[in-house]
T-cell receptor, first 116, second 114 residues
């Protein structure tokens, strides 16, 4: 079994600044995927970024990037040039590579507030 | 293309009542699953299915029942509702081999048990 921990229940950032959300996980798997999901007040689950554990290069999607440290089992999300629309809950999630069902294990979430 | 459709979006139940949350997808996905999200928490897996006729339990299956008679539909049944089942329920679907790259979530069903 694996666990995902997000140690920051709430964070805030000024518009246009950079913020980093933390995530650690525990697993005995060697190959897996890590995800960051955004959940705005509408409760819709939106995939922000995905990292494959066997790739050393950190994933990047526009203003969103990750710092993946496999040995430390750490997977942080950096949001650059924060925008008001980034205000949401952010969930870190884990999925083993050979996973019949594509089942995700989620962290408890970090509520991010972007202030004008 | 409707994606993943959940009904109802809101429901209030009395303790002991039973009900079914419906989930349908029109993408011919093999994989479907149900999660619950309690206040201030992440999503937790209730049940999942890897194809028609095949289901299995997730992390928190007690009090719920599922079946998968067709590829498109994956209903979640609450057998005897309890206040502890007050939550937001999400259905998700994806295709085999997607490696999580395209997991589609429904918009959620808000359930209150009084």
């Amino acid at each position: 079994a694996q666990t995902v921990t997000q140690s920051q229940p709430e964070m805030s950032v000024q518009e246009a600044e950079t913020v980093t959300l933390s995530c650690t996980y525990d697993t005995s798997e060697n190959n897996y995927y890590l995800f960051w999901y955004k959940q705005p007040p509408s409760r819709q689950m939106i995939l922000v970024i995905r990292q494959e554990a066997y790739k050393q290069q950190n994933a990047t999607e526009n203003r969103f990037s990750v710092n993946f440290q496999k040995a430390a089992k750490s997977f942080s999300l950096k949001i650059s040039d924060s925008q008001l629309g980034d205000t949401a809950m952010y969930f870190c999630a884990f999925m083993p590579h050979n996973n019949a069902g594509n089942m995700l294990t989620f962290g408890g979430g970090t509520r991010l507030m972007v202030k004008p | 293309n409707a994606g993943v459709t959940q009904t109802p979006k809101f429901q209030v139940l009395k303790t002991g009542q039973s009900m079914t949350l419906q989930c349908a997808q029109d993408m011919n996905h093999e994989y479907m699953s149900w999660y619950r999200q309690d206040p201030g928490m992440g999503l937790r897996l209730i049940h999942y299915s890897v194809g028609a006729g095949i289901t299995d339990q997730g992390e928190v299956p007690n009090g719920y029942n599922v079946s998968r008679s067709t590829t498109e539909d994956f209903p979640l049944r609450l057998l005897s509702a309890a206040p502890s089942q007050t939550s937001v329920y999400f259905c998700a679907s994806s295709y085999q081999g997607s490696s999580g790259n395209t997991i589609y979530f429904g918009e959620g069903s808000w359930l209150t048990v009084v």
